[in-house]
């Protein structure tokens, strides 16, 4: 073969002109994949931003509206009472400190800001605040517009900075009735509760947004920025400000404009903005609004584009990538496409043979690196298919703790019914009096009879509190937790099941506080779960005795739940603690209480074991660690 065949096999190399034409055509089509994957993961993003936005609207306008409309009945509940009423007939001959302080502990009841009495001027005559500096006491609202729709019989609302207390506040106001028989009766007084809205604001703030109310006259009165409080939301003339100082809602505010402006409107109702001064305007954001047809407010939501930036640079850097992988590896492949046939050239002239071993060679190479790649997926598989199984496993567990911890709340259905029967019954026969006495303007009686329904309720809603709180799932969070107040908080719930089988109770425990490391609502379950195995085995005892000991030894502390009952057969010893192992009669019982206990106490570090009384009966017995700590609180739940 000569030299001219040779080069006639050799591929051509492009000429610099048409390398630098194809290295511009490259780097445009990288820059286009590039703009259109950042186009399209800028539209995702809002699309995404703007349906979080609608739900965390939605949720926070329908926050505030419970917040505000569950004072509305208080103004006109507290017009009607008996002293408030006795002290407006005759104010200057009587004491108003009395009626002071009952406002004042109306107040710390309600959890409002303010309660106060106006007579029929506007001037106020007793509040809680009568002992403060700034006190209401003397002070005249007569140009509020509360008084001015309660003294003509309606019930008022208004929103607004304080004269005195510069707070801003919504307020509540009912007319005070000394009599409203006669048609043509009016008001003698208005009674006014005042709210903060801090508290709403608070939450707010928690949120990775920022939140604000206007009201008609654009005025941002709550924000969950202090910076964005007490401005404009666009600039007012000079009429405007005018018509607000004269209303006196917002004092002397400076109402200055909030400097917001639209960039481009995005979809239905929402729209891009950015400030042009103040706290926001070192960003811009994704804004929407929805009205508050209660209250004649707009709740405003601005959603920070941050995140539709940060997905816009991550799909336009991954369509890069991909991009330049593919030109790269097309490169390579004709970079290796040239080089194959310039060595085929040369092989078919000179090297026969070393052709041969090498394509031996690269067929042994493809071969055992298929087999690398598919042992690795092999493997990658396999491991995530344990760590599914895993998962899956965690969360059956989970939910099966729950469900026996349910399946206990429902053996206890019985006896709590008839908990909350009773104070039912004595409800309805006190309201039936109270209603009787109202008929006979026996006042006080009627009183009294109300009184006796507030403490009946306060008693249901323990009893509903001890099942939500035993029925909430475990937080899995490790707290030192009060033996003693653990296991007394447990026998809350068969409190009926106690009083209905006479059954005794014995205490053994020192009197120190011992303390334990674990979860509280697993460590609840677990004793619940004892002490309802333990009732239901004394059924049959003429003389129930239920003992409930706690000890330490070795910083270890033992809590053992013992019955006087039959006590277990020594074949099934070996057997309680295994699932579905049960001796309970079929329908009674699935045999995974103690199997989940002890499991349960595996998993905080500790051990559930089982035995035999010698006097009869039988005990379980927990064992912890002890915890040093000393300082620790109780849970509220057990105050």
Not at 176 to 193: M, N, Q, Y
Not at 203 to 212: M, N, P
Not at 271 to 279: D, E, H, I, R, T
Request: net charge neutral; charged share 20%; proline share 4%.
């Amino acid at each position: 073969m000569g030299k001219a065949d040779i080069h006639s096999q050799t591929p051509a190399r492009l000429p610099p002109r048409w390398r630098r034409m194809w290295l511009l055509v490259i780097s445009l089509g990288l820059l286009l994949c590039m703009w259109q994957a950042a186009q399209l993961a800028r539209e995702q993003a809002l699309s995404n931003l703007q349906d979080d936005a609608e739900n965390e609207l939605r949720l926070s306008a329908a926050n505030l509206n419970g917040y505000l409309l569950r004072y509305d009945y208080l103004p006109q509940m507290l017009a009607t009472r008996e002293g408030v009423q006795r002290f407006l007939a005759s104010p200057d001959s009587q004491d108003s400190m009395p009626l002071n302080m009952l406002l004042d502990r109306f107040r710390f009841t309600a959890g409002v800001s303010d309660v106060y009495l106006l007579n029929r001027d506007g001037d106020t005559i007793a509040a809680s605040n009568w002992h403060r500096s700034n006190t209401f006491i003397g002070q005249n609202y007569a140009f509020r517009s509360y008084y001015t729709e309660a003294i003509a019989g309606r019930q008022g609302r208004f929103y607004g900075l304080g004269t005195q207390s510069l707070e801003r506040g919504y307020f509540f106001s009912a007319p005070v009735w000394l009599d409203d028989t006669s048609p043509d009766a009016k008001p003698d007084g208005v009674l006014v509760i005042k709210v903060l809205l801090d508290e709403v604001e608070e939450s707010w703030a928690e949120q990775d947004a920022e939140l604000f109310v206007t009201d008609s006259d654009n005025i941002i009165f709550m924000a969950s920025h202090p910076g964005l409080r007490m401005n404009a939301l666009y600039s007012l003339s000079d009429e405007q400000r005018r018509v607000l100082r004269a209303t006196r809602r917002y004092a002397m505010e400076p109402l200055a404009s909030s400097g917001i402006g639209v960039i481009a409107p995005y979809g239905l109702g929402s729209q891009l903005v950015s400030f042009s001064q103040g706290p926001l305007s070192k960003g811009n954001y994704l804004s929407l609004t929805r009205p508050i047809p209660e209250f004649g407010w707009q709740m405003h939501i601005l959603k920070p584009l941050t995140p539709v930036i940060s997905a816009q640079w991550v799909a336009a850097l991954m369509a890069g990538s991909l991009y330049s992988l593919i030109a790269l590896g097309a490169g390579i492949g004709w970079q290796r496409l040239r080089l194959r046939r310039e060595r085929e050239a040369f092989a078919d002239r000179e090297r026969h043979t070393l052709a041969r071993v090498r394509d031996e060679l690269e067929v042994s190479v493809e071969r055992r690196t298929r087999d690398l790649v598919a042992s690795n997926q092999r493997l990658s598989d396999e491991i995530e298919e344990r760590r599914r199984a895993e998962a899956n496993l965690r969360q059956t567990q989970d939910e099966l703790i729950q469900a026996a911890k349910l399946a206990v709340l429902g053996q206890l259905a019985a006896g709590i019914n008839h908990e909350l029967n009773q104070p039912l019954a004595a409800i309805r026969a006190y309201a039936e009096n109270a209603r009787r006495f109202m008929a006979l303007a026996r006042h006080e009686k009627a009183d009294a009879n109300l009184e006796q329904i507030v403490e009946l309720t306060e008693r249901m809603a323990d009893i509903s509190a001890q099942l939500r709180q035993f029925s909430r799932k475990s937080s899995e969070r490790q707290e030192t937790i009060s033996v003693q107040a653990c296991i007394d908080y447990a026998l809350r719930l068969f409190q009926s099941r106690l009083r209905e089988g006479n059954i005794t109770i014995i205490h053994e425990w020192p009197d120190e506080t011992l303390w334990v490391k674990g979860d509280l609502v697993r460590l609840e379950q677990v004793l619940v779960n004892l002490i309802g195995n333990a009732l239901q085995a004394m059924k049959a005892e003429p003389v129930p005795q239920l003992t409930l000991s706690a000890s330490i030894h070795h910083q270890q502390v033992h809590i053992s739940v013992a019955d006087n009952g039959p006590g277990i057969p020594a074949e099934h010893l070996g057997h309680v603690f295994e699932p579905f192992f049960t001796t309970k009669a079929p329908g009674s019982g699935l045999g995974l209480g103690l199997s989940i206990s002890s499991r349960i106490m595996d998993d905080l570090g500790g051990k559930l074991q089982a035995a035999n009384r010698p006097e009869g009966g039988a005990c379980f017995t927990i064992t912890l660690p002890h915890s040093t700590l000393t300082h620790v609180q109780e849970r509220s739940h057990y105050a």
